[in-house]
């Protein structure tokens, strides 16, 4: 497809981009994907991939136009795609906020959160649970379950709850309830298993809202297919303002739902180089005996393993042990990824790149100062690739803001104060949280 | 053919009377007492031993078995250790190891389930349970499986009907795992209808039957034999008498002695519904019409 061409806006047409075939049939993307469950979990996998298929390919009952409409009036979409100006006078090319911090909420998560619970609202599912590493995905879980008036129970590594409280207090504000998970280390990989333990008692009257790219078939494909909308945007957005596709996307990736939703429409377009960006955390070294990567990189450093359902790129040991991760982003602290990326950086179609904690958290300053824009964590990585690669890139970068950065600001304090950087305000002085 | 088993000592074990199946988290809380837990188990009278290999992500498990894991991994439990173990530990019963894909797939130096499989043989392991291994995906480990002489057990849920039924019960070889309800792990006081459907659903595959989830005491044993049921698994019950252990500070062998007191109130629930069941079939034959 040429630049100029406009993209399609029709629904039928969309839904049947190519980018977005991959995995639909048997939930397999190369070697990586498929169903590692409990049997339990099996036919409530197959009740949800039936589901997924009339209503989310085959638009039952209007389910795709009611999920737009809800998108645009309840999360706000479409999300701007803006021209960062010092940014592009400082590393001497178009760079491109793609505005995902300004979706209801304050991150990406929305459009997947309020897509499945309004597929398990079609299914006449009457429970709604999930899981969540720092937070985002279940309070956008709780706000699309309040706003849908489904009952919903969070699960939450304890300390993650310690990191997030504000998002715990949203969450419950939203009336949702948040169990703590205190297995392993507390994060995200305990809060998944957690869950599934809960759907596997509960699966007759419950959908499990996963947050990411991840688990068995069909969540990776149907999460993608969710968060697509940011690319679908994206691209449109870049067309039009910009006068053509981008050279690069950049986007952070943990489980990966920002990461794909922000590739899945520039998958085949063959110039738009994809840049994934891994916490690389305080360094990409293991140490084998205490069983820790002190990074969630699992792209980049990973090896092909089993994990919460789906064939994939972990961090683990020699044994088949899962890793703990480390990132100074909860949501990113994740010893998995999608499927559907582990097979595209295999086929060379996307890039992994590691940042680590310090460039991060350069990012996260910089973004704020610079452009009046304080980031996530997360979205920090992408930020600080930028920093460290700019030379690399081509003439109009686009970075998906995956989310704003309100919810790390008493980490981000910590953290700063540890670091000397540059023009970072002091908080020292000040003792207690914000 | 699902009846055809691979392991003679397996088969043995439902060849007359129902079989008693315990597990245990094999390294909980240390190397040497599971050794001495797993002993008092075969000395209860158990037929088939199941040893739980830990993994870091147990979602199968519920939170007693979940518990046992971690503490046998703190403890330095790994594939190897467990194999040394498998192949120290004194017992008459065969040995079955239940453990998630992962560990299977990683092992050794090739990719694939087979090195695990060669390994597990040798050290006289005649069966495995991969509580998150579907159907679907089991080829190859059924394959090794073959190759080395071991069976391949599947779990069968109470939402299994249909294909899947016949997709599992087309691989299943040894014995079939049938969950007694849904959920994780764990023991409970009740025994659930599911399990008496579960069953009827089973009658016409020629395969033993032996049923878990929630087993605790002699009666449940009892109840679920006299149902149908060709053995029972109990974990959460065992690994529970082990934990107590632990936060009581008991000696290893008071913890064993307890291990061996429950087995023997299970296996004798077992038998006495097995005989309940084997005179209701006769008066059923008997009766004049």
Sequence with gaps: MSETDTPTTDETERRRRPGRERGRDDGKFGRYGGQYVPEALMPAIEELTDAYERYVLGNEDGFIEEFRERLADFGGRPTPLQRADRLSERYDTEVFLKREDLLHGGAHKLNNALGQVLLAKYMGKERIIAETGAGQHGTATAMAAAHLDMPCTIYMGERDINR?????????????????????????????SETMRDWAATVEDTHYVIGSIVGPHPFPVMVRDFQAVISEEARAQSIEKAGGLPTDVVACAGGGSNTMGAFADFVDDESVALHAVEAGGSTLEVDEEAGVAPNSASLYTG??????????????????????????SSGLDYAGVGPELAYLVDEGRVNPVAVDDDAALEGFHRLSRTEGIIPALETAHALGFLEEHHEDLGERVVVNVSGRGDKDLDAAIEETDKR?????PDMSMFTGGI | ???????????????????????????????????????ALDRGGADIIELGLPFSEPIAEGSTIQGALVRALEAGMTPDRFFAFAEEVDVEAPLVCMTYYNLIYQYGSESGPRPFVERAAAAGIEGLVVPDLPAEEADPLREACDEFGLDLVFIVAPTTVGDRLDRIMSRVSGYVYVQARLGTTGARDDVSDQTTQSLDRLREYDVPKAVGFGISAGEHAERIVAGGADGI??????????????EEDRSTAEVADRLEALSRELKEGAERGYAARAEAAESTATEPR
């Design chain 2, 233 to 246: 698994i109990v974990g959460s019950a065992l690994v529970d008498i082990v934990a107590e252990g632990v």
């Design chain 1, 420 to 424: 000397d950087i540059d023009e970072a």
């Design chain 1, 164 to 192: 997030q409280r504000p998002n715990v207090f949203r969450m419950k504000l939203n009336g949702s309830e948040v169990k703590p998970v205190t297995a392993g280390r507390g994060t995200l990989k305990e809060a998944i």
């Design chain 1, 303 to 328: 090896d092909e393993g089993v994990l919460h359902g789906a064939r994939t790129k972990l961090l683990q040991d020699s044994d088949g042990q899962i890793m703990e991760s480390h990132s100074i």
């Design chain 2, 1 to 39: 053919m699902a009846d055809a088993g691979n392991s003679a000592a397996i088969a043995e074990a439902f060849a007359d009377g129902p079989a008693y199946v315990p597990y245990l988290a094999v390294g909980d809380p240390d190397y040497e007492s599971s050794k001495a837990y797993v002993e």
